[in-house]
């Protein structure tokens, strides 16, 4: 079944403890990215990625890392945790031909205390 | 830079009402159009989608036409389902520069009451 995977589904941490989120994708899609979800806001990037060892910061990158070592793969790093980063984080991959549809994992809620 | 806004919710209808969720857009191009739906505790899911001015997107009885005059991408249904309950996202993609990022409304949450 082709899907876009995250774990953990949720995470409850403590300022300044770094926590990865992974993203992993089966259908062979060069483009990846993360968005944050919050109340009022709807969806912001976070970074992206057009292929392995391609990244760039998209509209809210601080306080975020990527990497992107495998094309499947594309894990979303914080360092040193706050609670504004406090949030529901999505993955999302598509083929990158230019035309924006994109495929999203279920999610991840992160809450940071 | 480019933005979309969309219509305040929520929004409860009776079952078999008429749909109408109001979207339109700001963008420097010629964006792609999109409306995404996420139902309770899942990612966004792709309803439907049109890439050039005119262009009608449908899916499961939803439509929207992309209309480049008034800047608009509204979602219609002509008889919604308690199954149709969800929050809708109208969303825009100019595709600049290879990144595919997508320019997100802050959602419509939908209720729909048998």
């Known amino acids: 079944e082709a899907q876009v995977t995250q774990n953990p589904r949720y995470l409850i941490t403590v300022t300044g403890k770094k926590l990865t989120v992974t993203c992993s994708q089966n259908m062979n899609h060069e483009y990846m990215s993360w968005y944050r979800q919050d109340p009022g806001l709807g969806l912001r990037q976070i970074y992206y990625s057009m292929n392995v060892e391609v990244t760039d910061k998209g509209d809210v990158p601080e306080g975020y890392k990527v990497s992107r070592k495998e094309k499947r793969n594309f894990p979303l790093i914080l360092e040193s945790p706050s609670p504004n980063q406090t949030s529901l984080y999505f993955c999302?991959?598509?083929f990158g031909q230019g035309v924006g549809e994109q495929f999203f994992g279920p999610g991840t809620r992160l809450t940071v205390l | 830079g480019d933005s979309v806004t969309q219509m305040e919710g929520p929004v409860t209808l009776s079952e078999e009402a008429f749909l109408t969720i109001n979207c339109t857009y700001t963008?420097?191009?010629?964006?792609?159009l999109f409306w995404y739906v996420q139902y309770p505790g899942e990612g966004l899911q792709l309803l439907l989608k049109?890439?050039?001015?005119?262009d009608k997107g449908s899916n499961k009885g939803f439509e929207a036409t992309y209309r480049k005059e008034t800047t608009s991408f509204h979602l219609e249904k002509g008889s919604v389902q308690v199954s149709d309950s969800a929050v809708y996202f109208c969303a825009l993609s100019d595709g600049g520069f290879g990144n595919e990022k997508l320019t997100f409304g802050t959602g419509t949450r939908l209720t729909i009451i048998p």
């Open positions: 049109a890439t050039k001015a005119d």
């Open positions: 999302a991959s598509s």
């Open positions: 963008a420097t191009g010629y964006p792609s």
